[in-house]
């Protein structure tokens, strides 16, 4: 029987600490995001893993449209955080059309289905 | 595909099932008659086919389901799910099965129920892990955040997007097997309902049902079949990622390196081809593999689609049978590239006959923009 904690694991398990960890790979110093057993970059297997920045830009958003009654219409978008790495997230704290291409957002640790996700809201200017 | 099977493969027979709505049949059912019709015009009989290339979008084993309800005990199966692309690449593993004779005649086939089954994309994929916290609308989010980038960076309008549908349906009112024929406007894409910005339900593809398949041979039997045969000149494909989240610039897909290589193979290029098919999911889509497969420009594919320079009469002729937006898209539309790229070769095409074709190109899509299949396709006369 194994004891190793995957990658997958150990963020997760980060997330619901209320930290927000990004693997690092030890030969080319490159970040990668999601979480996996090798670097996608130089296909190196030493990974470290470093509190991440929270700091990003949005890449590309969109509006999923939605009738008021089924939730109504919500953001959806890509960041690129200051490691360079990309995440699917959504911006709260306002409207989801305000979202715009370039803007500067931080990330926080909120609740998706009950479980910890990582989410963004507009940088404090 | 390199060129040493340029010209190796030919289609000799295409066919469709069950276009728009198809009720009471299940997705297998319309498979099978799409097999059925392409065998029909090629002259050929189920049981003439031992190589069988095809997947679903429901089950793990499509392939293996088709072959039985065919009644058929294929020698060479292959059923790789590259999404909707897969039926372009299939073109390339059934010309190298039968040019090294693990098969004599190939069937390429695809069926859906998608509309009249669930009026909603069946999928037996589940949703990534990083990515369902936030519940991106499958795939429409992709395609939006993709027009959203390219209108950032290029300045691509949400005007020239539905410039886009506005061709394709142009092109479906010629077309009686179209699915949708009626008249569209600029005004009337801007103005339908939004569905995922900058996206609206005009700038996405039709939900029906269908099916469509083809038959290839060795290219040294194809002149004994009753149509013209339809040499596959060049085939390749590039995969990318398949998350959206992992796409590293949303405005340029592998549809590049898939078109070069397609156009090495065949030794001809953009300019050469005169029908163009492309897997049109999305108005975005056109745009992107119009650049990449370099028929325009990167960032110019909004100007190149702008006020019907790409319906009929225009300076390119796309998608002439209407696309996925306009004439049919049962969850993957792959097939009907192919299929609309032949027709024009042959002659026979259903809608408006372009005159004397002699190279189409039939391009793939599969995924979000995660499979790029290329494949020119050329007449007699090309080899
Ligand atoms: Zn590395």
Redesign the interface.
């Known amino acids: 029987m194994s004891n190793t904690t995957g990658p ?1 694991q150990i963020f997760r398990t980060a997330l619901a600490k209320n930290d927000i960890v990004l693997p690092r790979c030890d030969d080319c110093g490159a970040f990668h ?2 979480p996996r057993v090798l670097c996608p970059h130089c296909h190196g297997t030493a990974i470290s893993w470093k509190p991440a920045s929270r700091k990003g830009k949005v ?7 939605q009738k008021p009654e089924r939730g109504g219409d ?1 953001n ?3 960041v690129e955080l200051e490691e360079g790495v ?5 911006v709260d704290g306002i409207a989801p ?1 305000e979202v715009v ?2 803007m500067d957002v931080t990330a926080f640790v909120g609740e ?2 009950g ?1 910890p ?1 990582v989410f963004f809201k507009p940088a404090e200017a | 595909m390199t060129d040493q099977l340029r010209g190796k493969s030919a289609i000799v027979g295409t066919g469709h099932a069950g276009f728009g709505e198809a009720h009471g049949l299940t997705a297998y059912d319309v498979m099978a008659q799409s097999a059925l019709a392409a065998l029909g015009d090629a002259g050929l009989k189920l049981s003439d086919v031992d190589g069988l290339f095809c997947t679903m979008m429901e089950d793990s084993m499509p392939a293996l389901m088709a072959a039985e309800y065919l009644g058929i005990q294929p020698r060479f199966i292959d059923g790789t799910m590259s999404g909707g692309s897969s039926f372009v690449n299939y073109l390339t593993s059934a010309t190298m099965a039968l040019d090294a004779g693990l098969c004599d005649v190939a069937l390429i086939v695809y069926g859906s129920n998608q509309r009249t089954g669930s009026g909603k994309l069946v999928t037996a994929s589940r949703p990534p ?3 369902a ?5 499958y795939p429409i ?1 992709a395609y ?3 027009a ?2 390219h209108m ?1 960076e290029y300045g691509t309008t949400r005007e020239q997007l539905a410039d886009v549908a506005v061709s394709a349906r142009a092109w479906a009112r010629h077309n009686p097997e179209a699915f949708e024929r009626g008249p569209l406007t600029r005004e009337d894409v801007l103005g339908a ?6 996206l609206t339900v005009r700038d996405c593809c039709l939900v029906t049902d269908g099916g469509g398949a083809v038959v290839m041979v060795r290219a040294d039997r194809a002149r004994d079949f009753p149509k013209p045969p339809v040499y596959v000149l060049g085939s390749a494909a590039e995969s990318s990622h398949r ?4 796409m590293k610039d ?1 405005t340029v897909t592998a549809a590049r390196a898939s078109g070069q290589r397609a156009f090495a193979a065949a030794g001809v290029s953009p300019g050469d081809i005169q029908a163009v098919e492309l897997y049109d999911a999305f108005t975005i889509n056109t745009i992107l593999f119009l650049e990449d497969l370099g028929f325009c420009a990167k960032g110019e594919g909004g100007a190149f689609v702008e006020g019907g320079r790409i319906a009929p009469e225009g300076v390119l002729p796309v998608n002439t049978n209407g696309g996925g937006l306009s004439c049919v898209h049962p969850g993957m539309y792959g097939i009907f590239t192919v299929i609309e790229a032949a027709r024009q070769i042959r002659g026979d095409a259903p809608g408006i006959q372009l005159n004397d074709v002699d190279l189409a190109l039939a391009h793939g899509n599969g995924g979000v923009l995660s499979s790029q299949v290329t494949a020119i396709l050329g007449s007699q006369n090309t080899l």
């Open positions: 997958d995001f999601f890449h590309t958003t969109t509006v999923v449209r919500y959806v978008c890509m990309r995440m699917m997230s959504r059309g291409i370039g998706a289905d479980a996700a | 892990a990083y990515e916290p936030y519940n991106p609308r989010s939006a955040m993709a959203a980038r950032h309902r939004m569905v995922g910005d900058p998350q959206i989240s992992q949303f």
